[in-house]
């Protein structure tokens, strides 16, 4: 029997990036980790460039509307020491089957997730990867 929770998925993920690999965050079962501005984050540290009024190229709408996170703890960790996104690192775990991941990079874990808000409720942790933790 099919999860009807999940009936909603099929249409979303044809639009998102025509991405057989588009599926809910709640089979993802490891963390993500996303680069923040904020410790703790706040709401704002979790806003994607579409809604920070960031710019971006019309073919990227999509991307541009979700948050890029790793499933790689070490890529995080490297980005956040650029300082370019923020200088923490935040691990969340999520459960929720409405917020959408896509996986965009085997080599570096990068995703993209789409989500209605409320993720830094989902963080577990969060550090200066530069504090060695």
Known sequence: MTDR?????????????????????????KPLYRVVGH??????????????????????IFQATGISMFTKEDEARKL???G?????????????????VAPESDETGHVTVWAFGGLEKSVVRCFDPRDGD
């Open 80 to 82: 956040a020491r650029s």
């Open 39 to 60: 410790n703790p984050p706040t709401a704002e540290d979790f806003e994607s460039y579409s809604m920070a009024g960031r710019a971006f190229p019309d073919e990227l």
């Open 84 to 100: 370019a996104l923020g200088t923490y690192v935040a691990e969340l775990h999520i459960d929720d089957p409405r917020i959408l």
């Open 5 to 29: 929770r999940d009936d909603w998925l099929r249409p979303c993920s044809k639009v998102l990036g025509h991405a057989p690999g588009v599926f809910a965050a709640s089979r993802v079962g």
